[in-house]
């Protein structure tokens, strides 16, 4: 039998019902046992929370704001009461869940977000802020919730996610709360606002000693020359914050020349890395990038990146590590030195110097508790200013050189900033914080689910959020169009009497039939699904296109198909001879790929009259894993071919995101076998690409299997022969990228396929000679659906470990006498972790050799 965790031991000796003093003290013990004295802040939390107040915990990032969560965790278990834990980001999330999983056992702990639900019933549930949110909008002071824990508290002032967090904290007055960031600024209106609402009284916990004190350093040397000083001071590991993505990436690349670690260490960093498999593309610069001490990490990388990045840091393997401010929401990353490349960031509409949260939340990941004896934070002044002193030092003393010399200015369009602007945001404590909140047909339609008068109700939520009278004016105001909308649609009903609560309004009867508030493009979605034609050829791939249009835009992507678009569009437009006038209008109407568009907004627009809601919900024609499948290309290919390596983490996200919604939304009754492939497809090319997305979703249904989750986060998927029905259409979609470059007289692109075949026997001269002869035979070479006929792939030796596959062409005339063959070897496919494919001839049927 399995040793029982031990805070679920702990709650089991301390019985039912137990004293604040019994709950303080046994706590107190086990976190003694586990090697940790809790701090003065910490005690007083949970003191605090022990004899039921509410408690804001504002102290600096690595004081320890996990453990005081754990203990409300544990009052909140020992009087029977159930607790909501939320957080941002799905990552955290499951961060916690399966770290209290490992500490109060699988029965007592579930977890809820947008696309999973595991264990919902227990009673600790780790959640994002918006599950909450609904359901206090739902159920209000009924909600079985006796303790909510918000992570990250801050992002009440979130322009679109902020409304969350505050209807969270305006409608449970029966929850106890524990409100936690290192960066909430002035609380002292939220402390007394809460005990309003909950009747119970409020401890601010702040101005906590932070375990490891900061020293801010600005630096008017070069970047090398500031880091080169850094790791010989041994403040290493120093993570170097930048702007965006792209420029964390060729700050890395450029720190490549510099001699970060010697022989031993390198040595240790190939050690650790062990049998890790890098892709293609930005993998092998990231292997190389690490084997000299640096890393990369941003939201654009691959999961399996970023986490061995984190591991290697842990291990203190790694000196720089590049990334954005990533790293500045509650992922646990040592991290002894924080450098700021500027002070500055884009905020989606203009470039400004970073807030004074902004600045701290970033600056306070520095310093290790137990390790380091201070955290630096380092600020680069701009490149200008560090020229110009140069310039001066250079000409000290020699006043008429100093006059003629030309002094630098900031380039234009940039925002300056000088060590005064640093030396404000050091003293500045973090902005006092407002809630955002807009009132939707999601909120309305929650609200009716309660026993109350919604309209008194949302009074209340919008006068809580938004102290300016003007401003509630304009959202009830916003929220009575919103109501009528419901009423002429028929979604909502009066009725005849009101409830003993005062509600004057329902749900219409029979709505919930098709009616999701966390999916509200879901029945938009059945809707656009009974339109297709199942007998059509590309029905399979029509219903992907239903499904992406319902999915959020990946806007990197996206530009990316465009850009290829416009770039074809002009090369095809110059050939025919436009001139430059004709061609920029033309290339107004060219955007990415956007199939069904006219027929999905149809729908939409008439669904619109009789679900008001959806006109807040757009439709995002868009074609990315239709795209992915119709040009039969690998995860890896697919990146080369619209230049993605730097957003890999976003398309392989995307990707996930379509999977489990063509697993979860599609009812079986729309299932066709060639769906069925393209899903299973879909899956093994993700988990081939990074298991640690596709496993541990999965691994989630079982969260008490601690072997598997383990071999998910350490990135070793199973093999990729595991599902033989993914793996066929793996095969099959490897050998149709031949057909379709085929077609194209790609010669340069099929030998291409081939290039790390150490066995190629069928080479460019010999597709170049084949490809002659066919169209000698033939004017065309079939791509489309009929080509793609589960009658023309052919797989022989299925029950051996090395298949013989063969691909009849589809020609103009219906001979299909000719045909792509080919070897598949599954042992070296699982050895590798790809598709081991090796063509073996391409040519006539009857031809010699064949």
């Not at 690490?290 to 990388?301: E, F, T």
């Not at 085929?742 to 099929?750: E, K, S």
């Not at 010999?766 to 080509?787: K, N, Q, V």
Request: glycine residues 6%; hydrophobic residues 40%.
């Amino acid at each position: 039998m399995p040793e029982q965790p031990s805070l679920s031991l702990l709650l089991d000796e301390l019985g039912p019902r137990p004293a604040p003093d019994d709950i303080y003290t046994a706590f107190e013990d086990w976190t003694m046992r586990q090697g940790m004295t809790l701090y003065p802040h910490q005690a007083d939390a949970l003191l605090a929370t022990v004899t039921g107040a509410n408690t804001i915990i504002t102290t600096p990032t690595g004081s320890g704001k996990s453990l005081i969560a754990t203990a409300a965790h544990v009052a909140t278990l020992a009087n029977r009461g159930r607790v909501y834990y939320t957080a941002p980001i799905k990552a955290l999330v499951s961060e916690k869940f399966f770290s209290w999983v490992d500490d109060f056992g699988p029965d007592l702990v579930g977890m809820v977000t947008g696309d999973a639900s595991v264990n919902p019933d227990a009673p600790i549930i780790c959640c994002t802020a918006e599950i909450l949110a609904n359901i206090a909008l739902r159920e209000g002071d009924q909600a079985d919730v006796q303790m909510v824990v918000a992570d990250e508290y801050h992002f009440i002032a979130d322009p679109d996610r902020g409304w969350a967090w505050q209807v969270a904290t305006s409608e449970l007055p029966q929850a106890q709360f524990m409100l936690m960031s290192a960066t909430l600024g002035d609380v002292s209106d939220l402390a007394a606002k809460l005990t309003e609402r909950t009747g119970r009284p409020t401890e601010i916990i702040a101005q906590a000693e932070r375990p490891v004190p900061l020293v801010f350093t600005w630096s008017m040397t070069p970047l090398p020359e500031t880091l080169t000083e850094l790791i010989h001071t041994g403040s290493a590991p120093i993570y170097l914050v930048h702007p965006s993505q792209a420029a964390a990436t060729e700050q890395a690349q450029g720190l490549m020349s510099m001699k970060l670690v010697d022989t031993a260490q390198r040595h240790a960093i190939v050690e650790a890395i062990g049998g890790f498999r890098f892709a293609r593309g930005f993998g092998a610069t990231l292997s190389r990038m690490l084997r000299s001490g640096i890393g990369v990490h941003h939201a654009g990388m691959l999961p399996k990146y970023r986490r061995l990045v984190e591991t290697l840091t842990q291990q203190g393997l790694l000196k720089v590590i590049c990334g954005t401010d990533t790293l500045g929401v509650g992922i646990n990353v040592p991290i002894r030195t924080v450098v700021f490349t500027t002070l500055t960031k884009f905020d989606g509409r203009r470039q400004r110097i970073l807030r004074a949260r902004e600045f701290h939340q970033i600056a306070g990941r520095a310093g290790r508790p137990g390790f380091d004896p201070v955290g630096n934070v380092v600020v680069q002044a701009p490149e200008y200013q560090i020229e110009n002193a140069r310039l001066l030092a250079k000409f000290a003393g020699d006043e008429r050189k100093l006059k003629s010399v030309r002094r630098k200015k900031p380039a234009e369009g940039q925002v300056n900033y000088t060590e005064a602007s640093f030396e404000k945001l050091i003293a500045s404590a973090p902005e006092t914080l407002h809630a955002r909140l807009e009132v939707t047909h999601s909120m309305l339609l929650n609200l009716l689910h309660r026993d109350e008068e919604t309209g008194a109700a949302l009074t209340r939520i919008i006068e809580e959020a938004i102290p300016d009278p003007a401003q509630q004016r304009k959202q009830l105001r916003r929220a009575v169009a919103l109501g009528r909308s419901l009423l002429e649609a028929g979604v909502v009903v009066r009725r005849a009497t009101p409830t003993p609560g005062g509600r004057r309004y329902d749900l219409a009867p029979g709505l919930q039939d098709d009616f999701a508030l966390n999916q509200p493009l879901s029945a938009f979605a059945m809707a656009a699904l009974e339109m297709l034609d199942d007998q059509a050829g590309d029905y399979a791939l029509d219903v992907v296109s239903v499904i992406e249009a319902t999915l959020e835009d990946p806007m990197a992507i996206l530009i990316a198909q465009e850009k290829k678009a416009r770039g074809e569009t002009i090369a095809e437009l110059k050939a025919e001879g436009y001139e430059y006038e004709e061609r920029q209008a033309i290339l107004e109407e060219v955007s990415w790929p956007k199939p069904l568009a006219d027929e999905l907004s149809a729908v939409h627009l008439a669904m619109a009259k009789t679900h008001p809601w959806l006109v807040e919900h757009p439709l995002r024609p868009k074609s990315i894993v239709r795209d992915m499948t119709q040009r039969a290309m690998t995860f890896s290919e697919y990146v080369a071919f619209y230049k993605l390596q730097r957003s890999e983490g976003l398309l392989l996200r995307y990707l996930s995101d379509a999977w489990r919604a063509l697993r979860q939304t599609v009812p079986a009754s729309f299932h066709s076998e060639e769906l069925d492939d393209l899903i299973a497809w879909l899956g093994e090319l993700i988990r081939a690409t990074d298991s640690s997305l596709v496993d541990e979703w999965e691994a989630l249904a079982n969260p008490a299997d601690t072997q598997a989750r383990e071999q998910a986060m350490a990135g070793r998927p199973r093999p990729l022969t595991g599902n033989l029905r993914a793996f066929t259409a793996l095969v099959r979609n490897a050998i149709f990228r031949r057909v379709l470059l085929a077609a194209d007289d790609d010669v340069d692109g099929l030998a291409a396929l081939d290039a790390d075949d150490p066995d190629v026997t069928f080479t460019a001269d010999d597709w170049d000679s084949a490809l002659g002869e066919y169209w000698d035979e033939h004017d065309e070479l079939g791509t489309a659906a009929d080509a793609r006929s589960p009658q023309l792939f052919i797989i022989e030796g299925r029950d051996t470990r090395r298949w013989q596959v063969r691909q009849i062409i589809d020609d103009p005339d219906e001979n299909h006498d000719w045909q792509i063959r080919a070897e598949v070897d599954l042992d070296a496919s699982d050895e590798s972790g790809e598709l081991a494919l090796h063509v073996v001839n391409f040519g006539r049927i009857d031809g010699p050799g064949l």
